[in-house]
């Protein structure tokens, strides 16, 4: 089994930035990608970004590239979501998840965090 915590969420005003952190634990080596997905009232939970723990490889949504950081640190089996420049339509419970293949699919990953919520005031 694979265990998530994820921590950081917080009310920010807009154009402020928060940093999740994802921690995990367990058979962690069975989960070679790390990912955020959100979920906001009313939408469907909708993939973030993600990570490949081997390489480091990244992948983004569109609605946060240039504005979000995923990265790694393998040592402390953490990931980390820098998110900048915070908009209103960020704001959702954000989970961080893990699976054996990186993909914007929920689909891809086995495991979920229990969930940290982002609130950003206009």
């Known amino acids: 089994q694979v265990y998530l915590v994820g921590s950081g969420g917080g009310l920010v005003q807009a154009g402020g930035s928060l940093r999740l952190s994802c921690a995990a634990s367990?058979?962690?080596?069975?989960?070679?990608?790390i990912s955020w997905f959100r979920k906001a009232p009313g939408k469907e939970r909708e993939f973030v970004a993600g990570i490949r723990r081997s390489d480091g490889v990244t992948l983004y949504a569109d609605s946060v590239k240039g504005r979000f950081t995923i990265s790694r640190d393998n040592a402390k089996n953490t990931v980390y979501l820098q998110m900048n420049s915070l908009k209103p339509d960020d704001a959702a419970v954000y989970y961080c998840?893990?699976?054996?293949?990186?993909?914007?699919?929920?689909?891809?990953?086995?495991?979920w965090g229990q969930g940290t919520q982002v609130t950003v005031s206009s």
């Open positions: 998840a893990a699976g054996p293949f990186i993909g914007k699919n929920v689909k891809n990953y086995d495991h």
């Open positions: 367990g058979r962690t080596l069975s989960t070679n990608a």
